[in-house]
């Protein structure tokens, strides 16, 4: 527990009226270093026929993270984006304190255990989609955003970031909880990893301990 306090530290990420107008266009630009999203989805789709949900974290833990970004009990009006929903353990969250909440996921397996597992969820849906993409939703569609565990996935950020802000209602917030990337355990965790993947490339995949195409874990100041 102390160690993966350390490494995985929550912030509110900031509000939409931040940006500068110019971002807030209806079709953003082509990020030109992205995700390699053959990998990630075969990992999360094969990843999602073998789990009974996909959690990082228990729901006391996620109620804590909660409380320490300031999210308030009763969200009642307010639609919530869930980016990077996976199985919607965050969401249906957000749904217990009177939000409507919108998944979306990259990974079509992971989308289908999602609408499995929360079909009888009132206020809660998902979709397939990739948030490089602007046009998965409309501008100004929901009051905030929920970002849990997804940024790493990103070598930049600079796409998911416009889009976000351009999804966003005036005054709408981002909260992101994510690994440090300038964490000396993270940094040691990273290095075994690249070692691991050097000597024996498949292992960790196919134990479903990490994909192929992992992970950027960015840095506080990159933030």
């Known amino acids: 527990m102390a160690i993966e306090s350390k490494i995985r530290r929550p ?7 931040d940006m500068p107008q110019q971002t807030q266009k209806k079709k953003g630009p082509v990020s030109k270093i992205t995700q390699n999203k053959k990998a990630e989805k075969a990992f999360f789709n094969e990843l999602s026929k073998n ?7 228990s729901r006391d833990k996620y109620e ?3 409380r320490k970004l300031g999210i308030e009990d009763n969200l009642y009006g ?6 990077g929903c996976a199985s919607g353990e965050v969401g249906t969250i957000f749904v ?3 939000a409507k909440v919108t998944g979306v996921d990259i990974s079509e397996g992971m989308i289908l255990l999602n609408r499995k597992l929360n079909r009888d969820i009132e ?4 979709v397939v989609g990739d948030l490089e993409d602007a046009s998965i939703f409309l501008p100004n569609s929901f009051d905030a955003a929920i ?3 997804v940024f790493h996935h990103f070598h930049s950020l600079e796409i998911v970031i416009k889009n976000f802000f351009l999804w966003l209602r005036p005054g709408g917030m981002v909260f992101v909880v994510e690994p440090n990337g ?4 993270n940094l040691i965790s990273k290095l075994i990893r690249r070692i691991v993947n050097k000597f024996f490339p498949k292992i960790l995949s196919e134990k479903k301990l990490s994909s192929t195409n992992e992970e950027r874990d960015h840095n506080i100041d990159y933030y």
């Open 51 to 57: 789990i009974e949900r996909y959690s990082s974290y």
């Open 96 to 98: 217990k304190k009177n």
């Open 78 to 83: 307010m639609h919530i984006l869930e980016a």
């Open 64 to 66: 804590y993270m909660l």
């Open 147 to 149: 970002c849990f565990g």
């Open 182 to 185: 300038g964490n000396f355990v």
């Open 123 to 126: 206020n809660y849906s998902c």
């Open 11 to 17: 912030v509110p990420f900031g509000s939409r009226d």
